[in-house]
């Protein structure tokens, strides 16, 4: 379906691989441009590529002034200003940022608070920039019912709409030029395309890898219809430069992320998972809306499966019932059962995570969490006491974020692009743990144990993201390796999720593969010990003679069976830790809330291998 530029609508929601090449000669003297680092091994970097400022319509509302630049300044560490009147900084600063404002009327919020533009004579303006509370909200809460039902909320002059919209997404463009640091800090060109059909979340971030792009976003309000924003990318590749898009929040998308059929209802075909893997060959595992990893209704022996889960529609809450096409393991699934059928996964995509805050602001630490949507959880009693309401959850059901990891040789958008591209990416739940994970069939077994161990990872074998063609009749060696953020808990367990295609049925399983504290897996039932690590809820500290700086093992799957196409992913958890929501009471003084965790177990997921059979 497609809506008209006229129409002010609402997706504006709260949405083989290949050794490492030689490292390059250094820069052209002439040139007089520094020399950047490059590592042809890779370095672990770290960024947000999901973050809205007050360019964003949902995030204006809600009491946000904050701009790209403030955003850009907090991802390196600087302090800026906050909607609470404190001022707030990130503990540890990031390597890259990706400011991703809604791409449906970017800047129309802010223009319409301007006296001197004509948007601000509109009668939604007048609602949109009350100081009530429940006027302000209620004209988003119109907004998100009118797009939810595919229509529209009022009607904008398309000359001063656009208008806007190119000049603020220009701002964005000149934002990113200006804080872009080869070597030292990245930032990416990006916005949120924002469909919502009846309330299911089908969003998607567009990253380009340069600064050659259009004049303005490909927005919902073109087209809210996935094979239509491939099609742009497609199209945008031929005269412009690269750019992919990001699912997120498959788990409010009603089943609808990760389809068996197109959006018209026909059957996927070669055709279409071609050109989604295309654009789409990375998706969000975990942000301030939850985790959609895995859900413990569909995933019952998965006993980590229940982790930051959310279960309702987004903008206006609607208890979602879980379905196996909102979650990323189970698309890993569905992956397999279709390429036996059309002989191309769909679903073969690597992992990220990120933010989503509405605050120009990642809030990923637990312990320093100033919420992410504006006035609804600017402060700790704000937080504690929110209730849910027709247009957002209770704050006690956000998250802290996540973090987005790569391996690349520097710091720069072209490595870092790259990198989303063959997918050697990972997601945190906002630690900066870092994971690697390769598979082979002739690794030593002293591999873990090598002090060359990533250099013959390579050599031999494939990193995440990667096919292995497997000849043999044995399993293939999988070395993973973990190491904790230093400012985080120790590691507790590294494990391996299986998934397999056995004719056309398919089966998961986990194997722990490491455990702290000089543990080993039961050999039955493939689980680490309990290591006895606590929290003490009175002040949130932590046992502390518990847990790994490090874990790596070079395992083989016990259960392998030649010609059966799997996957495999490493997912590693922490000790437990202190939930923000436990934070925010022990600085107030009461108790946690009953409604929430206490305690989370913090973790990070690497993209997956796929195992192929030679055949």
């Not at 204006?60 to 630049?69: L, Q, Y």
């Not at 958008?413 to 997601?427: L, V």
């Amino acid at each position: 379906m497609r809506i008209h530029v006229t129409a002010l609508t609402a997706t504006l929601l709260i949405g083989c691989s290949e050794a490492p090449p030689p490292a390059p000669a250094d820069t052209d003297v002439a040139s007089e441009q520094p020399i950047i680092p490059s590592d042809p091994l890779r370095q672990a970097y770290f960024g947000d590529l999901h973050l809205h400022t007050a360019l964003s319509i949902d995030a204006f509302i809600t009491g946000t002034r904050t701009m790209p630049d403030d955003a850009y300044r907090y991802a390196k560490g600087e302090e800026i200003d906050h909607i609470s009147g404190q001022k707030i900084r990130l503990a540890t600063p990031l390597d890259f940022l990706a400011v991703t404002d809604h791409g449906e009327m970017i800047g129309v919020a802010a223009a319409m608070a301007d006296p001197n533009s004509p948007l601000s004579k509109l009668e939604l303006a007048k609602r949109i920039t009350s100081t009530d509370y429940e006027t302000s909200h209620g004209a988003f809460r119109d907004i998100v019912a009118a797009a939810a039902a595919g229509g529209a909320s009022g009607v904008v002059d398309p000359n001063h709409a656009v208008g806007v919209v190119r000049s603020a997404w220009q701002r964005i463009v000149d934002a990113a030029e200006a804080h872009n640091d080869p070597g030292h800090f990245t930032t990416f060109v990006a916005y949120e395309w924002t469909s919502l059909p009846n309330l299911a979340n089908l969003h998607r971030n567009v990253v380009f890898r340069g600064i050659n792009v259009p004049a303005a976003p490909f927005s919902a309000v073109e087209s809210n219809v996935p094979e239509d924003l491939w099609a742009f990318l497609d199209s945008w590749r031929t005269k412009g430069d690269d750019a992919i898009a990001i699912p997120h929040n498959s788990n409010a998308s009603k089943g609808l992320m990760f389809p068996l059929v197109k959006t018209n209802g026909e059957p996927i075909d070669s055709a279409y998972a071609t050109q989604r893997m295309r654009n789409e060959p990375i998706v969000e595992i975990s942000q301030f809306k939850g985790t959609s990893e895995v859900h413990p209704a569909l995933t019952p022996n998965d006993e980590f499966a229940d982790f930051e889960i959310w279960n309702t529609t987004v903008g206006a809450p609607q208890v979602i019932e879980p379905d196996h096409g909102g979650y990323v393991r189970d698309a890993y699934k569905r992956g397999l059962e279709l390429e036996a059928k059309i002989g191309v996964n769909p679903y073969q995509f690597g992992i990220v995570a990120a933010s989503d805050s509405h605050n120009s602001s990642t809030a990923v630490e637990e312990n320093n969490f100033t919420g992410g949507h504006g006035n609804a959880d600017m402060t700790a009693e704000v937080r504690l006491n929110s209730k849910p309401s027709t247009l957002v959850a209770s704050s006690l059901a956000f998250s802290a974020a996540g973090l987005t990891g790569v391996w690349a040789e520097s710091n720069t958008r072209e490595s870092i692009f790259d990198a989303f591209r063959r997918k050697e990416t990972f997601g945190t739940s906002g630690p900066q743990i870092r994971v690697r994970f390769f598979a082979g069939a002739n690794y030593g077994d002293d591999l873990a144990t090598r002090a060359d161990a990533v250099a013959m990872a390579y050599a031999g074998g494939v990193p995440m993201g990667g096919d292995f063609i497997h000849r043999g009749e044995a399993s293939p060696k999988f070395y993973a390796w973990a190491s904790r953020d230093a400012a985080s808990a120790g590691l507790q367990r590294l494990q391996i999720v299986k998934g397999w295609l056995d004719g056309e049925t398919t089966h998961e399983r986990i194997y722990d593969v490491a455990c702290s504290d000089g543990a080993h897996p039961d050999t039955e039932t493939h689980r680490c010990p309990d290591n006895g690590a606590t929290v003490d809820l009175a002040t949130c500290t932590p046992t502390a003679d518990r847990g790994a700086a490090e874990l790596a093992a070079l395992w083989s799957d016990p259960a392998y069976a030649a010609g059966e196409p799997a996957f495999y992913y490493v997912r590693v958890l922490e000790n437990p830790t202190c939930r923000w929501s436990t934070w925010d009471a022990v600085r107030t003084g009461v108790a946690p809330p009953e409604r929430v965790a206490a305690t989370i177990q913090e973790r990070a997921w690497s993209s997956p291998i796929w195992v192929q059979p030679a055949s």
